[in-house]
């Protein structure tokens, strides 16, 4: 085997991501490796003291995209998915900061006019597969911001947007944010998806009891609007509360998670749903360090 990231590591070495005394030589484990090689600062220190609950929703669908991303803050340049999601939060959370004081949404097309300039903001960054074309990606992003202004901004009452979160959950600190709460305490999860899902995300419901436990007088109701792109856009609405066995899941797995980082060895996930061309920023490094192929 001939991989690009082979090394020899001592048995007993223990790795220097939980900032603690460690045995091994600094050169020694995977992070610094890495780092070296990219001639990079390793940022590895202390950096899994407090985990963000899409940190660990990072590490549960691939390590190693965790891994370029946390450990050795690879530039992160965002795919078409991910810049159209960023742009048409950014047009839609600006409606809601002005609706906490003004009780009213912004005029639809002044929200499409906003998504319009975070778009073209995102355009500057945005790495395009071939057969993606950014102005008919720009097209269904107007669309998806109407039909969510038509549909759904109307009902909602804001009572906090982009509000951090602290605390401790299964003793792991944490630091979160809840994007939109409403003042019936409903957490409202705004995103953008290629395809209508066929069920609550485990690791999305993950995330949102997280903000459910930490934030202020939540009513333990989370309601994701997903907005689907294609050929014919649409939003599709799915609603649950947070219950005991979701309490449970998050417990155990903020300090499972939190031991595997310090673990120093991190696995490429090819067969994560999230694992293609089209999703991750790194397919093609990740094809260079472990070799295989990233399907688009
Ligand atoms: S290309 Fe796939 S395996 Fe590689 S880092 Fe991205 S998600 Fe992980």
């Known amino acids: 085997m001939s991989a690009n990231y082979s090394v020899d590591i001592p048995a007993g070495a223990e790795l220097c991501v939980h900032g603690g005394p460690y045995h091994a030589a600094a050169q020694d484990n995977m992070v610094d490796l890495f780092a070296r090689r990219l001639s990079l600062p390793t940022r590895a220190i202390c950096m899994t003291d407090v985990l963000s609950p899409s940190q660990v929703r990072t590490f549960s669908g691939c390590e190693v995209r965790w891994f370029y991303e946390h450990l050795l803050g690879l530039p992160d340049p965002p795919t078409a998915t991910m810049a159209l999601h960023n742009a048409i939060r950014t047009a839609l959370m600006t409606n809601f900061q002005y609706k906490v004081e003004s009780k009213a949404d912004i005029q639809t097309e002044g929200v499409v006019g906003l998504f319009r300039r975070a778009w073209k903001q995102q355009l500057a960054s945005t790495n395009f597969c071939e057969d993606e074309v950014p102005q008919a990606i720009g097209k269904t992003g107007e669309a998806l911001v109407r039909i969510y202004m038509h549909e759904v901004a109307p ?14 959950l299964g003793g792991v600190r944490i630091r979160a944010q809840v994007d939109l709460m409403d003042e019936d305490g409903t957490i409202i999860d705004v995103r953008t998806a290629d395809a209508a899902p066929a069920r609550v995300d485990p690791m999305q419901r993950f995330e949102w009891t997280t903000c459910s436990r930490l934030a202020e007088a939540p009513s333990g109701v989370v309601r994701s609007d997903i907005l689907v792109t294609g ?11 947070v219950s005991a066995a979701d309490v449970q899941w998050t417990d155990a797995l903020y300090p499972l ?40």
């Not at 009902?155 to 401790?168: D, F, S, T």
């Not at 920023?281 to 260079?288: D, L, S, V």
């Open 155 to 168: 009902q909602i009452r804001p009572a906090a947007v982009e509000r951090p979160l602290r605390g401790v």
């Open 231 to 241: 050929n014919t856009p649409q939003l599709i609405t799915e609603k649950w509360e």
């Open 257 to 296: 998670a939190q031991e595997a980082m310090r673990r120093g060895y991190y696995m490429p996930n090819r067969n994560s749903i999230h694992c293609s061309r089209h999703h991750c920023p790194y397919w093609r490094r990740c094809e260079q360090d472990f070799g295989g192929v990233v399907e688009p």
